[in-house]
């Protein structure tokens, strides 16, 4: 058996899964889930309740998402994860 034939293929297209855009984009998602669980864990972070914007850059987030009040006097709004 080769090292080609080892490899481990995509059941949507058999190509090899790191050349596929959906196994791409299932590793992206289960690291994105990861980051915003280990995130919720830190002090301070919660999830949004409403999806909204993040005072620090304008990235729209979505409800669930980390969010985190900034802290500053007289600056309103949320930090969302992009900035965290």
Known sequence: MTATERETRCFCCDLPEFACGRAAEKRQQAETAKA???????AGWLPSRYPGRCTNCGEPFAAGDPISHPGEYGRSGYLSGCCA
């Open 36 to 42: 915003k669980a280990e995130l919720l864990e830190c």
